[in-house]
Each structure stands twice: as structure tokens, then as C-alpha cells.
């Protein structure tokens, strides 16, 4: 199974991060070939930044995903996520679909612990729009800048850590969603620590991915997804353009 | 009062339509200016058109918006509008919101009847993401495709009208917003013969944009709308990149 | 444009506070008139206050609203609006409905910051039933007595401030609305101390009338809110009477 | 124990009917006295006329509730209920509220079936005020006038059954409301032939008003139905006058 | 009216706490019957437990239940309690299911207080399934360990007695349900230190057993709870195999 | 990876069929065990037969699931899963949570197809009690008795692809859930002829419990589902008391 994934910020750090996690998380047939974002922020934190990020996937996505089998948006709040189930004719996954496709397997409540407070707002969105806010137990971000957001899961660690045994204790949930890709990889080292299970986006988004990829399910010819109908469009890339073409044929 | 009305599709004869009625509704003293998309579709009706309509809509805000008193996102859906709250220091308001608004204070229940079923799928997800949708009787669209969405509202008139009297006989609604641009003007052409108030978008959107930009609320500096923290971007267009930097000084 | 403000509770200081805020928020061409209850309490907490001032307000609405364009309710919990919306020709707005659309249209959650905390339990009613508690972020009110209804929007100025603040920072709301007639006014003083924007009741209620008075719907022949079918009544007032007659012609 | 029913609405011949089904549903032990609204309309449909009806509810309460251990709302949407509750020492329960305790006791979905068409809407909001919504599969109604509301249970008998039938193939209901004093008596008449179980308002209200009066609850002294604060007011009955200022003593 | 009372767990200690206090609440007429599960644990906390004691309640249904006019069963949580509806052909009422009913006849929000933190997560999700979250107002529990179920409510009287008072202070509760059989007969004894009411919930089921009993609903022929069609089986018990075979007759 | 695989219901057919669809769709190296419940029914349709079910779940995973990577609860429904996840160190799924997990993945609404309108009911609540009830866009069942269980998915194809038709065609649905064991491999005849992806209990099942096995998750020591705390019990089956025993050292 080949699976693109698709960073849609511009930090490449963050995509060598995900990459290594998303290695280590897939099968051992499973192939992984990121890809990184060429225009939009260095991380996502807001409505606006996401809709430059969403634009920026479905460009990656018109670009490289012919020949995969599926398709992940590893940037917590999944920008360009449904617009992606539209336009491939492969299973696409966001993290935080996977990452609460995990949660609700795991039963109970969950929180969501992040990188910036300000970031709780958008993501408390998400989370509302994909019909999973009966079970969230609410979001805790790190309350000041962090320097790097390529190594913000290591200079933070104990903070987050103390984040997650706070939701623990004054909310008692059943587990935690560690989110955004830069934390990717945290969840490893700091689970012996707290006494539910802590959810890896980018983890889970590769076993959802092989999950989904392997279930073999055709392209859909009905529905919210199937390929829009044509029509008159101008100024999209070659790419975007030609998948758009390609999808109402 | 000085009000941009951004039209996030490349129809311009949608946009001339658009203009039409939005002087209409405004007051004397209104000035309206409308822009069209540079890139993007001739009429948006699913999470990937959105999506690229959305970025369209940034670029013409960042472009365009200095010296206005409100912004109005032209298409049902309100692609971007968050976004625009976010980033504008003026209130910036889509058809959909100011729609819902409308039908909020008539009072009861209402319908949407609009130009396509396939649009039907992703209204009901921006009626939800707003909250309204425990007074939400249901979609009713054209089943099949229009000639020209610069006269659908001419064409099809005969059509809309008996879904607006179908929701009246069997939904037993109290309003009907009439949804998408291309069909503005309509609810003044067949309101006699509907028996609960139509709801104009263009002309909803610009009397409560009247309303929102005489309130003189300052630009928010805490909360989701709140500018966003500085941080790396590349490969933006110059006005968004600079309203991007404006906005984290 | 012509409106009718009607005061449902009984003090007269709180009707010239309400007149001079809406004056000062209307149009130039808007005329407004105030009147207030004849019957009833000092200002209303509780739902059996409500019921009093219901019926306070249709019978004000049912002797004065002949010849307006527009019908403001003019206390917080909207006393008797949904039975004006029956009852009149016109648009009937109550001070709940008008901020909770502007704070829909501003985005994000709102907070309501009020006079007394027992008042709480019912605005929560209000706002739920009215289908906008899911961007509501809770209730504040002044936890002890005020000296006089008429001057508690300055008597306890930095009070209700510190309580905006406390919502700011605990809550991370994205608007406040300043609720209660008594209240009028209260926004413009301490607004550029407070991050977000607050919404005043009877300014919005204005606003907002002047807007859907503007957008020429007709009277509803069809729906909750068409008038009721004749039947036998007795014990009405004269106008009471005469409207609910008048209706069901 | 004694138990005040009162009929909110004027008619007689109604008043009549729930003293007669209330006695032959109370424990022999119990003691009935109805009463009936001194002003207001026929019946109640729309929110209009319960804001009459839940004045002079009120106005009623305060003249003969001394010395009785419960009271009941006799009128389908329970005018005035929640303003009983705060205003009296002693459980106040309403038509409706009786028979949802009843339908949710029972389990599973409920229907509720009326005498009128256009009373669905203000039942739906009573029911959703109340937090019943989610097992509540819809409204039925007589969809022409009825002749006589007094005898309406006994000329529309035929149809009332088929809407109750209808309700079971179409809807699956578990059981089934027959709403409206009027209706009094109606569910032992057909009884034998709808296969689940009818609530009878009237019964269920006496007997769920029996078992809240004999659980011994002191009255409040805290929460939203507690005594209001002692406020001036005006143009109030003796009564109502009296009630309110014991009320705050 | 016989009403048999059925104790989901083993403790005969809680079944002769159960037993005292249904029939101090019972009508003099009414008989009062107890029995204990003959397998099981000695108090239900948790979903694993509750499948235990809702096996050993319908077993002991299968075994008693003839003859009698209601059935009780006597646990929060109500393990079987939908089961038992649809078994039985009288009304059968869990202790949840009447303390709910009881509060919300009282009005407004409630609480609930308990012997256990842990239990709360189940209480939670009870409360969510029979549809009455949006009045719930949280759970407290006691946070350590108690040495006898049998005699909590005395030896813990004052701790139970400041989480109501914390209720009532902090989340302005309109009234408190003591939950579990283990707490029966605790709200008489301290009723006159809490300001709202507090709901028993062994009192609450055996009033509203009585109400529903004398209801004269005849066994259902349809819906969710009628008898469930003829199956194959094995390894049932005598009388629940048997009662089975009976419901499908 | 070790998977057992639990049918709470006694029929071996069917058990035989879950086996069957399991391997087809496990890993290579996966290894599928099945065990059949030992008392109950044939299949579960209502809650009386799911408590029995539940209880033979507990049992078979007591005696059985040492040494397994995670448990699969092979009936739709998922009786016992809850307690399962209690119980369990490895990850336990039901039918129902996979296949809604598979549902929440594709994105948009799903229909739910099975065997008996009968069952509908009880699939509704348990959707709901999962909180996936915003995407549920309602049941199909056949409408009358089959022949045999363990063939049904062959004997009824036709009718049952109807119903997938329609919930297209009706319902605009985006997926179709396939509910219950006895018609595992169905979707893999029947997918060619419904333009959306239909989707298989026990295929989804397994993928998703090698997804969440693979995860590494500890046992919980925290929360919901953590061990429940000591305490006496009796009559339970050897390996269950084992459990409960080993569960609270």
C-alpha cells in the first residue's frame, strides 16, 4: 500500500517529523512519501490560515496522488479534508479524524492537548463539524510562544505532560489526543507518565489510512463527495485544473 | 457607509446581479462596490470549490478592503467568512449568516430552497457550523442542471416557486431564505404569491451589514477573531502577505 | 421609518434610558416612540414576572403599534415577542433576539453580563429557546442588591466591567452582550476596556428593527406565527380585544 | 389531599370535562376543585393567547390556591406553569409536563396527537423547552375546525383514532399524548383498539400531581424557582399583589 | 396494588434498607414485596457490573413477577430497566428513571449525588440515554472509599450533605437526586439543611410505580417494547426461558 | 497479532459466517479465533436479549481472551463492548463502533441496512448512546420474519439492495452501514450496484481492531474504564470472578 502524506504548512522540519513517525506507525509494506506544502504558514493556528493551508493540500494532493492508495492531511484540524474526500477517488484522512476515530474506539471522553491556546478555538470547530463534541472533555494549548516548531515536543515535554495529568485529574477522561503534527511523536515518550491512553495524530492517521485503503471501497458516484458536476472555471493551476476536469468526466 | 461586496466566484454576470439588488436594499447613503474572483469556479457547490473560493475571497479582501466600513461575501455558503472576520478589522458578513439572521429574528422555522440538490449537502453544513440548524426545516434544489446561472432566477422562476410552496404545505415553514447570489431579486418577484416571508440574501446581507458596520465595535484583540500571532509564510500574493503582517503588528 | 418601543416593566427612569439610547442609535429618519407598562413590576427576573409582562406588552402593543413600521420589546428575555410576532402586522423585535443576532453575525461565543445573578436561570432559558445556547459561554450578574434601577449602569459601572474582563479571560469569549434595558448605554463607556465587542441591547434592537422594517415583508398568511383563528374570548381589554379580532379577519 | 385544578382557558364546558375525568383518575382519598379562567380565549393555540391564559393562570392561583397540597395547569402547553412553580409552596404541574413524565416512564418515543393543526407549532417548543425533544416523533392535529370544543373528543373520535393508528404504523411510536383538557376521557374510549398505550393529560396530571404532593418537598429557598426579590410594581389584582409581596417577605 | 421491588445486587442489607423505606413511602394500600439478586456484586459502579445485575434482575423478574401490578428496580443506573419494560406486561421503573421524572416535575436543573467518583462516568451516560442531559447539572461522589454499603448513608452523612450544599452553591441546582439504593431514606434526614428538594430515589420509583400502575395501561402490541418474536435459545434459566416463550405467544 | 473473535449469539452459522468474512479480511499475519456464546438467542434484536447477551460476552471473553492482542464483539449492537473495554488490557470493539468509526472516516451521513425492523429500534438508541446519532440518516429492516439466520444474506440479496437503493435515492446518504453478523460478505456481492460505499461489521471490525491493536495503548489506570475497585460478590461463573478478581489487583 503506497499512502501520500501531505504536510500543508511550509515547515519542513515538521514534514521530516511526520515522516518519521508516520514510518514507524505503518505496516512494513506500507510506503510513505511526504510531501510539503508550497505556499501558506509555518503552522496553522486560525480560520484564515487554514484556508490558505486547505488550498495548498488540494494543490499537493491534484499534483501527487495519482498512483496512491491513500491519502493522509497531517496538519491537526484537517484543512482541505473534505474537499479531498471530493476530489480522489482514495480513502483521505485527516489527523484529527483519525485521532478521533481512535477516541471514540477507545470509548469514553477524551481531551486535546496542543501546542498554542490560541489554536483551541479553531480546533474546538473541528471537532463540532465532525459530530464528536458529545464526548470531548475540552482543549488545553501551551500558553505561551514556543521558539521552534520543529522541536516544540521536545522543549515543551513537561509542560504537556503536566497538561495531560491535568485533564486526568480535573476531568477524568478516558484518553487524550495529542495534537498537531509538531507533537508527533510525543505520545511514545511520555505514556508511561499518564494513566489513559494518549492518541498520536499522525499515528493514527496510518493505521486509519491502511485501515480504510485496505477495505476497498470504490470511488463514489452519489453523495456529499461524489465529483461536482462540470463547469466553467479560471486561473486554477495545471494540476488543480486537470483533476477537476478529470473528476466530472 | 462604504460597503465591498467580494463575490468569491468568477461569474460576472453574477456579479452584476449582485450589484443590482445590493443598491436596491442599501440606504441612500450606502456606496456599495463590488469585486469578482480572479480564479475559482463559475458557482461553488461543494467543500472543494469552497475551498478554492475561499482563498479567492482572501485575495480580494486583502486587495480591496482598505477604507471600507463592512465586507459581504457573496455566495451562499459565506466561503471565507470566518476567515475575513478574522483578518479584517471591519465586520465582514456572508449571505448565509446574514440570511439565518434574518429568518433568526422572523421568528419559527425555515427552508432553503436554492439552485442544486448537489448544493444541499454542504449548506446543511455551514447551517450546522453556524448553530442554526435546530430551527432548520430542510433544503429543496433544482434537480437538474440550469442553462446559465446569470438568468437561472429568470429561467427557473416557475420551478423555485412551487418548492417555496411545497415547503409551506409540507414543512409548514415560517420563512424560506432564498439561497445563492445567482438568485437574488427573486424573493421580491414571486413574494405575493408565497404566504411566509422570502429571505433575499443579497439584500439581508447588506441591510445587516448596514446594521453591524453603525455599530462601531473595535477591531477584536482577544478571541477566535482576533489577529493571528506572527509567524513564517512564503508564497503568498503581496496583499495577502501583507495583511497577514499588518495584522500581527 | 416609525418604531414602537415598548418598556414591558414599569419604571419610567429605565423608558428614558432606553429612549435616549435608542435615539442615539437610530437613523436620522427613524422616529422612535417609547411607552411603557401600565401594569407589572420594577424590572423583570423571573418567569412569573414574565407572564406579567407578557401580557403588559400586548396590550401596549395592541393600544400604540397602529401606524409603525417596527415593534421593539424592550426588556432582556423578550417578555410577549413571539406572541407580537403573531399578533402585528410588522416586525416585532425583542433586546434577547436583536444581541443574540448581532453577536451570531460578530462569530464565535458570547457571554451575557446582566444586573442580577437571579435573573441567570431565566436568560439561559431565553437563549435556549431561542436555539443559540451553542455559542452561548455562560452568565454573569451582580450578586447582590443595586440601589436603584434607573442609575445601576452607573452606580455599578466597574463592577459589570471587571465582570466583561473575567469572561474575556476565563471564558475566551468572542463578544458580550450587555443585558437589560437598564443597562443601556453602559457599552459605549467601557468598551475600550474591554478586548472584545459589547453588544447593547437597545442599539442592536434598533438596528436590527430598522433593517427588517426595511426589507418589506408582508404579514404572514401562513405558519406559527399567521394570525389565530376566530374564537370566543372575554375579559379583554377594548384594544386586546380589538387585535385579536382584527387578526382573524 | 387537596389539589386546585385550573383551567386557564374560559369555556365551561371543558372546565366541566377535566373535573370529571380528574375525579374518576384520583385516589379516593383526594379531594378535586377546578376553576376556570376569568378572562381570556376558548382554547389555546398559539403563543399569543398563552400569554393571556397564563395571566389569568396566575391570577387564579393567587386567588384559591391557599390551603391546597398540589395544583394543576389544566391546558395543554401548561400556561403559566413555570411562574406557578416559583410562585406557590406546593407542587404546580402542568397538562404537559404530567404526560412527558408519563411517556418517559413508559420508554421509548411518544407522539402526541391534538385537536388542532395549527397548535403543533407552540406544542413543539413547549416540548423542547421542557427537554423532551429527542423521544418526541411528532404532532397530529385535526386539520379543519371542529364544532364544539366541549364535546370534540366525542364528533371527532373516528379521526383521532386514525391519526392515533397512523402514529403507530408510520412513526413507531411507544406510546401516544392525547393533548388538550379537551381531549379528557378520550384515551379509555379507544384504548382497546391502538396497541400501545394512550396518556390521558388530565389523569396523568392528577396522578403524578398525587404522587409530587405526597413526596413532601419543602418549598425553595433557593434556584430558579424560588421567591423573587421584593420589587415595586403596580395595576396588580389583590391577589396577584398579595402573592407577590408574601412571596418576598 | 403490588408492586415487587427488585435489588440488582446481592447485599440483603441494602434490599432491608430498600424495603424500610418503600413502604414508609407506599400508600397504605399499597404491598410492597423485595428481592435480591441471587448473583452479582454488592453495589453496581460500573458498565461490567451493571451487565451482571441487569442478567440477575430480569432472572429474578422471570421468577416473581406474576401476579404483580408494577415492578421496581431497586438500583441506579436501572440495569434492565428497558429490558424489563419489554418483558413484562406491567409497568416496570428503575430508581433513575423516577428520580428523573420527579425532578423534572419539579423543574429547572438537577444533580446528582452519589457514593462513588466512579460511578459518575455511568451515571452520566444514563442520564444521556434516557434523553435528560440538558437539565443535568453534574455529578458529585464521594472520592474515598466507604467501609459499609449497607450503613453509608449514616457514617457519611456529612460529606453527602456538603457536596448538596456545594450543588446548591456552586452549580445553582433547583434540586439534588440522592442516587443509589444505598442513600434510601437519607434525603428526610437532612431536607431541612438543603435549599432545594432533595429527590429520594427509592421514594421517587415507589410513587411513581403507584401512579403508573393505576394507570391501567394495557401490555403493548407494538413499538420498541412490545414482546420480542419467537427465536431459537439455549442455556436460559427456567423462568426466563419460559417467560421468554411467554412473550411471544 | 492474536484477535478473538466473541458471537454473543448461539447460532454456529452464524459464527461459521463471521469466521469466514474475518480472515478474508485480517492481515496475513493476523490470527482469527471465533468462540459462540454458550446461552442466549439466536440473534439479538431487542434489549432483553442484548442483556443475555451481554452476559454471555463477559463470559466467553473471561474464559477465552488471555493472551490475545484485542476482542472483537461480533454482534451489531455491541453488547458487552462497554464492559468489555472495563475488563479488557487489550482493546475490545463491537460491530457497531467499528462500523461507525468506518462511517465517520468516508465522511458525510450514513444509512444503517439489516435484518429485522424489529431491531431498528434498538440500533437507534445504541448510534445514540455513541453519540454518532448528527450523521445518522436512519434504519432499513426487512420487514418480515426470514427463513434462517445463517443465510439470509443470500436468501434476502435482492430485497436488501433495494434498501441500500433507496437510502441513496431518499436519504442522500454517503455511506451504508451493513448491520449485523448474518450479513457479513454481503457488501462485497451487492457493491457494484450502490454508488456508495457500503460498509461491513465484521470486515470493519477487523481492521479496526488490528488498527487500535497495533497502537501500543496501556491498560487504562484511569477513568471510565480503568479496573473497577474491590468488592464482594458471588454466584458468578469461575473465569468471570477470576476477572473481576484479577481486574482489581
Same mark, same amino acid.
Given at each position: 500500500m503506497k499512502i501520500l502524506v501531505v504536510n500543508p504548512n511550509i515547515s519542513e522540519s515538521v514534514t521530516n517529523l511526520i515522516r518519521e513517525e508516520?514510518?514507524?506507525?505503518?505496516?512494513?509494506?506500507?510506503?510513505?512519501?511526504?510531501?510539503?506544502?508550497?505556499f501558506g504558514v509555518a503552522y496553522i493556528e486560525t480560520p484564515a490560515e487554514a484556508v490558505i493551508g486547505s488550498h495548498a493540500t488540494l494543490e499537493l494532493l491534484a499534483?501527487?496522488? #495519482? $498512483?496512491?492508495?491513500? *491519502?493522509?492531511i497531517a496538519a491537526f484540524g484537517d484543512p482541505g479534508a473534505m474537499a479531498a474526500k471530493e476530489m480522489l477517488p482514495i480513502p483521505a484522512i485527516g489527523l484529527t479524524e483519525a485521532a478521533l476515530a481512535s477516541a471514540f474506539l477507545l470509548g469514553g471522553r477524551f481531551a486535546i492537548v496542543?501546542?498554542?491556546?490560541?489554536?483551541?478555538?479553531?480546533?474546538?470547530?473541528?471537532?463540532?463539524s465532525l459530530g464528536m463534541n458529545a464526548r470531548f472533555a475540552g482543549y488545553r494549548g501551551l500558553n505561551k510562544a514556543f521558539a521552534n516548531v520543529g522541536?516544540?515536543?521536545i522543549d515543551e515535554k513537561d509542560r504537556l505532560l503536566q497538561m495531560c495529568l491535568s485533564c486526568v485529574e480535573n476531568d477524568q477522561v478516558d484518553?487524550?489526543?495529542? #495534537? $498537531?503534527?509538531?507533537? *508527533?511523536?510525543?505520545?511514545r515518550q511520555i505514556e508511561n507518565e499518564v494513566p489513559v491512553p494518549l492518541i498520536d495524530g499522525v499515528g493514527s492517521a496510518v493505521r486509519m489510512a491502511e485501515a480504510m485503503g485496505r477495505s476497498g471501497y470504490a470511488p463514489r458516484r452519489s453523495g456529499a463527495f461524489s465529483p461536482p458536476p462540470v463547469k466553467g472555471h479560471k486561473g486554477l493551476s495545471g494540476p488543480l485544473s486537470a483533476m477537476i476536469g478529470r473528476a466530472t468526466e
Open positions: 508516520a514510518i514507524r506507525a505503518a505496516l512494513p509494506s506500507t510506503e510513505i512519501t511526504t510531501v510539503t506544502a508550497t499534483e501527487h496522488s #495519482a $498512483g496512491y492508495d491513500a *491519502a493522509i496542543g501546542i498554542s491556546e490560541r489554536i483551541g478555538a479553531w480546533y474546538q470547530n473541528v471537532v463540532e522541536t516544540v515536543h484518553s487524550i489526543i495529542l #495534537a $498537531g503534527a509538531p507533537l *508527533a511523536g510525543l505520545a
